[in-house]
């Protein structure tokens, strides 16, 4: 089990705003470590989204945005079109695990 | 053109082993840290292993420490992991992925393979 919960689904009509959450701890965001988001589309690999909290690398619409605030963070989707249908994750690293590296649950995002 | 192609991937018996591998072009390979990351048949994300660009430092997920082993070959522009005791659970896609920033593993992964497919099964 993660220890970044995301909720499991959201969704929204096309030109509404989502939001997911990225649920952490004093070990991970909290303690303040970056917290990066990628998308994944259905059969593909993912894909970098958001880097550094809050940053998009070229070419990602500014649709998209980031956020983070104590122990947890925010991805945010604006204006919300039918290929932004995929599944969502966030990433940090955590100092209690010997690993380093956490993804996030997952969240699958459904336009309706 | 980053490009990382990853290959190895069979059907294998549980206890088995098995060695995957990810060729890198494109990037300056040795600047760069990578990764190992799977997703279990319609699973979420699960990060596997790192090694820095030098292979002087590796970090591994609790679930593989001490069954697998990241290394890289800088000469050859490829990463390897070998995979050792192999159980059930470890069926799934393995990805071979790039750190974004160069001597460092704190900026996320910007580049992605496709993947090569592990099935643990008797």
């Known amino acids: 089990q993660s220890v970044l919960t995301q909720p499991p689904s959201v969704s929204g009509a096309p030109g509404q705003r989502v939001t997911i959450s990225c649920t952490g701890s004093s070990s991970n965001i909290g303690a303040g470590y970056d917290v990066h988001w990628y998308q994944q589309l259905p059969g593909t690999a993912p894909k970098l989204l958001i880097y550094?909290?809050?940053n998009r690398p070229s070419g990602v619409p500014d649709r998209f945005s980031g956020s983070k605030s104590g122990t947890s963070a925010s991805l945010a989707i604006t204006g919300l079109q039918a290929e932004d249908e995929a599944d969502y994750y966030c990433q940090s690293y955590d100092s209690s695990l010997s690993g380093l590296y956490v993804f996030g649950t997952g969240t699958k995002v459904t336009v309706l | 053109e980053v490009q990382l192609v990853e290959s190895g991937g069979v059907v294998v018996q549980p206890g088995g082993s098995l060695r995957l591998s990810c060729a890198a072009s494109?990037?300056?390979?040795?600047?760069?840290?990578m990764h190992w990351v799977r997703q279990a048949p319609g699973k979420g994300l699960e990060w596997v292993s790192l090694?820095?660009?030098?292979?002087?430092?590796?970090y591994y997920a609790d679930s593989v420490k001490g069954r697998f082993t990241i290394s890289r070959d800088n000469s050859k522009n490829s990463l390897y992991l070998q995979m050792n005791s192999l159980r059930t659970e470890d069926t799934a896609l393995y990805y071979c992925?790039?750190?974004?920033?160069?001597?460092?593993?704190?900026?996320?992964?910007?580049?992605w393979g496709q993947g090569t497919l592990v099935t643990v099964s008797s």
């Open positions: 494109g990037f300056t390979f040795d600047d760069y840290t």
């Open positions: 550094g909290n809050s």
């Open positions: 992925a790039k750190d974004k920033d160069a001597g460092s593993w704190y900026q996320g992964i910007d580049y």
């Open positions: 090694i820095s660009w030098d292979g002087g430092s590796t």
